[in-house]
């Protein structure tokens, strides 16, 4: 209805406004949209590293510490942090936080990305931060395989972002295969 | 004294704050004074499916938006100054330029 | 030109299903505005001060007479029958509903248009020469290369949240019709392959961009230009939109050490992933065979008569032709700078009969420049007169390419919320100072760029004459540059004074014109080549004399 046609009276006080999709609770899905129980805790960088449960580190932390450190640990990685850091380390990597402070920053896709196609990261890469459902199939093919999202439905909002497109134009660090490789049949 | 302007969301048309709600005829835009122009302001903020940003046009002594914004509150009440659509908004509702210096 | 398979189809139609329900999302309050300008933006489409404004992609600036039809079509359907050709060779309505958008979107894919990546912090349209394969000083045909560059930038899922907008531009020709070292990234096309150059453009900093690498094999030119975003990526400031382009991060490291950054992350890539196989260059290139021209005899003679029988024909064809590969025939620049009127502004009428001529006397195809004309890229010679005839019925024949009534002008504060000025009308009062066919003809080529604010869409760094709308407390001021040139000796304007109102604009141009007409060795010195023997404190002086 355009506002031109609803009346304005004074003692319109309460107007209900649509509520957008990613204003719901923060829930924790994987790749197949399935929800997780997120048992991993962010550290705070003066709080000691606890022997049993799943910790997080801030990335200047793991940089100092995961050396000594026996075990595996998550890592938090802003936006502007240089993955590339933490090679070293990967091995006692077990979950590695990749910001999005506000969505339209990008810096973390070439993160994902790094971590899975230069060093073969295998384990999970868990976008956090400003996480909306119309960013949710670049993640995927960057390589991110798990999603804190805020979305009225994080499943639905999953299933949606994959079957959004079915042509490929380039390579990532997904499965799809480039529209190249399938028009002279590569193997890519 | 103020004006309250905004754009509408489904076409983009420039809407003004008349008498008792939006008009799309700048010349019947309503002198709002602060406190008023205020609460309209943010009430009408947030009604994004309506309306795309909405924000407030001060007025000089002249009754004409200021130096500032002059130009600007111009064009957007009466069309662009040139082009094929010179005007074209003052035509669309039958009147003569208004907000000139 | 190249043409959709079915895996560019199915895009198309992907892409327009989910910018409908983005628009339906937005509309029904389920996605922010916040959230959803980005998206918009990705798909070409502003919110400005009367209407939302959409921008239609031109890839490379080809057109189809069949598109060009489909555009006139939109004009008329949606908009107030016009369109407008901006600097980066794409068409803008400026009349358009949200809710019609994708109605818009679906039509052009249609045709195999889009309006993809025309905004927002991606990579934009690969621009380049109005002349491919019709030019004589070419090397290659530039257009497969643009090709192969937008289908790899097309939702690219590591760069479109850049920190700000991103445009590669491509010659390969010995004259640089494309501005390349005005880009973000510019691609100089030789027989040993690509030289790549990095951080220019335009704006608040302008700069000219650094070469960072020679001879790059075409079969490496994605992966390389991966590593280069990439970069870009992660190192581009995000705190500053104002300082966010690639020229500022160039600048920042040095372009050694940016070059340093590039090769060490290209060696990390598993090229073979990124880089298509010859195969698909060959196949994007069958699309673009040297056009098949037959031979036409041209009667000199008749001609010679048609000219001094029609002055305006002769003069016509004294301006706007450019010498063609094959003897028999032209490339007819069409130009969209009537006299006194709107740079770039393009009718219903004037697109379908363009459409027209293409398919009479050309080979269907259509070639938009960065200088808002519209090219025909190959007409016999013998054709000249009868299209020149048919161009005339829709006042198509303004007779002034490259002279100083081509002016090069952004939409301005008659339309764009993001401007400072007005621009159109100052351009329209330059033009008819300057309307004097034999006045314009004897100042000969001068380049006049205008741009209504700092985001410098009229690139009115790179005229000859720049002039830059500024607002001083809602008082509208023109800053005017001096000395700038898009072509292979690239260079930046440099402001000259203080800014000065409309009024006396005109008459401040007139100055300088006059000047340059009295310093100047002989007519075959232009008014850049003056201007760079005699020096520009000179001109600027004459710029501010008082009248």
Redesign the interface.
């Known amino acids: 209805m355009s506002p031109l046609d609803m009346p304005y009276t004074q003692d319109q006080t309460i107007v209900t406004l649509p509520r957008a999709n990613s204003s719901y609770e923060p829930t924790l899905i994987d790749d197949s949209g399935a929800r997780l129980d997120n048992d991993w805790t962010l550290l705070a960088d003066d709080e000691p590293v606890g022997s049993d449960g799943n910790y997080v580190l801030s990335f200047d932390r793991a940089l100092t510490e995961l050396d000594g450190l026996n075990g595996r640990y998550g890592v938090r990685v802003n936006a502007g942090q240089d993955v590339r850091e933490l090679a070293p380390w990967l091995d006692k990597i077990a979950l590695v936080e990749a910001v999005f402070p506000i969505y339209r920053d990008g810096r973390n896709y070439s993160t994902a990305r790094i971590l899975r196609q230069d060093y073969g990261f295998k384990g999970p890469i868990r976008a956090v931060g400003d996480v909306l459902r119309d960013q949710l199939l670049l993640m995927l093919r960057c390589g991110f395989n798990e999603f804190i999202v805020k979305d009225r439905d994080a499943a639905e909002a999953l299933a949606s972002a994959k079957a959004r497109f079915t042509t490929y134009y380039q390579s990532a660090a997904d499965a799809h295969r480039p529209t190249w490789a399938l028009r002279h049949q590569v193997g890519v | 004294m103020k004006l309250l302007t905004t ?9 003004w704050w008349g008498e ?5 005829d700048a010349a019947l835009a309503a002198r709002l004074d602060d406190a008023e122009a205020e609460a309209l302001l943010a ?1 009408w903020k ?8 909405p924000y407030l046009v001060p007025l000089n002594d002249a009754d004409a938006p ?7 509150e111009f ?2 009440a009466n ?7 010179t005007a ?2 003052a035509q669309d509702h039958a009147r003569a330029l208004i907000f000139q210096d | 030109m190249y043409v959709y398979d079915k895996f560019d189809s199915a895009f198309a139609k992907d892409r327009v299903r989910e910018f409908s329900d983005q628009v339906r999302r937005r509309l029904a309050g389920e996605i922010t505005e916040d959230q959803f300008k980005p998206l918009r933006l990705m798909n070409g489409l502003y919110l400005q001060l009367h209407a939302y404004m959409y921008r239609i992609a031109i890839p490379y600036g080809v057109l189809a007479s069949r598109q060009i039809r489909k555009l006139a079509h939109i004009a008329r359907t949606y908009d107030r029958g016009f369109g407008h050709f901006t600097t980066r060779t794409n068409m803008q309505f400026h009349w358009i509903k949200l809710a019609d958008a994708p109605k818009i979107l679906e039509e052009l894919s249609e045709v195999e248009m889009h309006s993809l990546q025309t905004s927002g912090n991606c990579i934009r349209n690969t621009t380049t020469d109005q002349f491919a394969a019709a030019a004589r000083d070419e090397i290659e045909d530039p257009r497969p290369w643009c090709e192969l560059i937008r289908q790899w930038s097309s939702n690219h899922p590591e760069f479109s949240f850049l920190p700000r907008k991103f445009k590669i531009a491509i010659t390969a020709a010995t004259k640089d019709r494309a501005a390349i070292r005005l880009h973000d990234i510019g691609l100089h096309l030789t027989p040993q392959g690509f030289d790549v150059y990095v951080g220019g453009g335009m704006g608040r900093t302008p700069a000219l961009a650094h070469r960072i690498r020679i001879g790059l094999p075409g079969s490496e030119l994605l992966s390389y230009l991966e590593a280069c975003l990439r970069v870009y990526n992660r190192y581009g400031r995000r705190d500053n939109s104002f300082k966010a382009r690639i020229k500022i991060l160039v600048a920042a490291l040095g372009p050694d050490e940016y070059k340093r950054q590039v090769e060490e992350e290209w060696a990390t890539m598993d090229k073979s992933r990124i880089d298509p196989p010859q195969a698909e260059i060959d196949r994007i290139r069958s699309y673009f065979p040297a056009p098949d021209l037959a031979p036409r005899p041209f009667d000199e003679a008749a001609h010679e008569r048609a000219k001094t029988a029609d002055p305006e024909f002769a003069r016509w064809v004294k301006n706007n032709l450019n010498p063609h590969k094959n003897d028999d025939y032209v490339s007819v620049t069409v130009s969209l700078k009537p006299i006194g009127k709107t740079p770039g502004d393009i009718s219903h009428q004037q697109m379908d009969l363009l459409a027209d001529m293409a398919d009479r006397f050309g080979t269907g195809e259509l070639r938009v420049t960065h200088e808002q004309n519209i090219v025909l890229p190959h007409i016999a010679k013998a054709d000249l007169y009868d299209l020149y005839r048919e161009l005339d019925k829709v006042e198509l024949t303004t007779a002034n390419i490259g002279k100083i009534t081509d002016i090069i002008c952004c939409p301005g504060l008659d339309y764009c919320s993001l401007a400072n000025a007005r621009s159109i009308p100052l351009a329209q009062s330059i033009s008819n100072r300057f309307a004097d066919a034999a006045l314009s003809d004897k100042i000969g080529d001068l380049s006049i760029k205008m741009s209504g604010c700092i985001n410098a869409c009229g690139h009115h760094h790179n005229g000859n004459i720049g002039i830059l709308g500024v607002d001083k407390q809602g008082i509208e001021v023109y800053q005017i540059l001096l000395g700038g040139r898009a072509d292979e000796n690239a260079a930046l304007g440099q402001i000259t004074g203080k800014g000065l109102p409309a009024e006396a604009i005109p008459a401040a141009i007139e100055r300088v014109v006059q000047l340059y007409l009295q310093l100047r060795t002989d007519e075959s010195e232009r008014f850049i080549d003056t201007l760079e023997r005699v020096g520009r404190p000179t001109f600027a002086e004459a710029l501010h004399e008082p009248a």
């Open positions: 754009n509408r969301l489904h076409d983009g048309v420039t809407l008792n709600g939006w008009v799309l009430e947030p009604r994004e499916t309506e309306v795309v940003a200021v130096q500032r914004e002059h130009v600007r064009v957007r069309g662009p100054t040139t082009g094929p659509t074209r908004i």
